[in-house]
């Protein structure tokens, strides 16, 4: 099994930034990918940016292109999500996942595992 963890959701000011990271840990063979995925209640779940594990290849969603940068760490099997110029509408509970690579999809990570998410709150 793969285990994911996420820290760094917290409450901040539109226009602030913040750093959101993401630690793999257990079984990582079977990891290709991993992304960050948002959701606000009532709404689905959305993909945000995924990463390729050992290759490059990333992939940003439009709502977020050009002011989040997603990154990995191999050596510590840790992803970041750098978010700036933060907006009301990129509050929500953000989620790392770990999958497969899902080609024929912009957000090209088909996740296998999920982590428990961390809040984000731009006000």
């Known amino acids: 099994d793969v285990q994911l963890v996420e820290s760094g959701g917290r409450s901040v000011r539109a226009g602030g930034t913040l750093t959101l990271s993401c630690v793999l840990s257990?079984?990582?063979?079977?990891?290709?990918?991993m992304a960050w995925f948002r959701q606000v209640p009532g709404k689905e779940r959305e993909g945000v940016a995924p990463i390729r594990v050992n290759r490059d290849g990333t992939y940003y969603a439009d709502s977020v292109k050009g002011r989040f940068t997603i990154a990995r760490d191999s050596a510590k099997n840790t992803i970041y999500l750098q978010m700036n110029d933060l907006k009301p509408e990129d509050s929500g509970m953000y989620y790392c996942?770990?999958?497969?690579?899902?080609?024929?999809?912009?957000?090209?990570?088909?996740?296998?595992?999920w982590g428990q998410g961390t809040q984000v709150t731009v006000s």
């Open positions: 257990g079984n990582t063979g079977t990891t290709y990918c």
């Open positions: 996942a770990a999958g497969e690579i899902k080609a024929s999809a912009p957000v090209f990570c088909r996740p296998s595992q």
